[in-house]
């Protein structure tokens, strides 16, 4: 009984610390999320272009990126991007953090997601069908819990994330800590992942009620 009071007092205290690495999760998925939007629309312009070249490149390249894997992606921005950019012959210094490297290696999921769902939903959009194209929006906030899951793996390019700070704790204390933080982590993620499951599906039913005929349309 002791030992399980000292454990969750351990959990309780470490908590607010953990948080904000969960916090950085959120962050770094938000930018990557946004990011990929508005590259994603490069994608869908160019896919609505006459040339055959340019709506097959609109089409492939996305395709390509949104085959890459999460890590190799992570591992190659974090060596490609230089932590500092200098402009005007070094007056200027531009630091570029860690978390912002992991945010764009994070961006090719949601740009190949725009690029292919964007361009379907102003179809339906120019088609009259409202109701399939706002559903669009409910849709990329389901792409942005992918985002979200796999912003985890940002903590093995040293981002100072949820997983990278569940490390750092154990490291504090015992490796027989491993299995109750970890799972704890894992705990948060998945809880922050139904709450945002909970408000997609509460936008979906509003836009499902508001454009009920435009979807028994497109259906």
């Known amino acids: 009984m002791e030992t399980k009071m000292r454990d969750i007092d351990i ?8 948080l ?18 508005l590259l994603g629309r490069i994608f869908v312009w160019i896919k609505f272009r006459q040339s055959s070249i340019s709506r097959r490149a609109g089409a492939v390249i996305p395709a390509l ?12 921005l974090a060596i ?6 200098s402009l005007f012959d070094g007056q200027i210094t531009l630091v570029v ?16 997601f725009t690029a292919w769902n964007l361009y379907s939903s102003i179809n339906f959009w120019k088609g009259g069908q409202r109701g399939a194209a706002m559903l669009f929006i409910p849709n990329c906030m389901n792409g942005f819990m992918i985002t979200f899951l796999a912003s985890s793996g940002a903590s ?6 949820l997983v990278g700070r569940t ?16 799972s704890y982590a894992a705990c948060l993620f998945l809880c922050t992942a139904l709450v945002l499951k909970v408000v997609v599906r509460r936008i979906q039913k509003m836009i499902e009620g508001r454009f009920a005929s435009s979807l028994a349309t497109s259906n």
């Open 11 to 18: 959990l309780v205290t470490w908590t607010p610390y953990l």
């Open 20 to 37: 904000e690495g969960l916090g950085w999760n959120i962050i770094i998925s938000l930018i990557a999320t946004i990011m990929g939007i």
């Open 65 to 76: 990126l949104r085959g890459a894997p999460t890590l190799f992606l992570l591992f190659y």
């Open 80 to 85: 490609l991007i230089p932590n500092e950019i």
């Open 97 to 112: 953090p860690i978390w912002l490297k992991a945010a764009f290696a994070l961006t090719a999921s949601p740009l190949a």
């Open 156 to 161: 093995l390019v040293g981002v100072n994330e």
């Open 167 to 182: 490390s750092t704790v154990i490291k504090t204390f015992d490796t027989d800590y491993s299995l109750i933080f970890y």
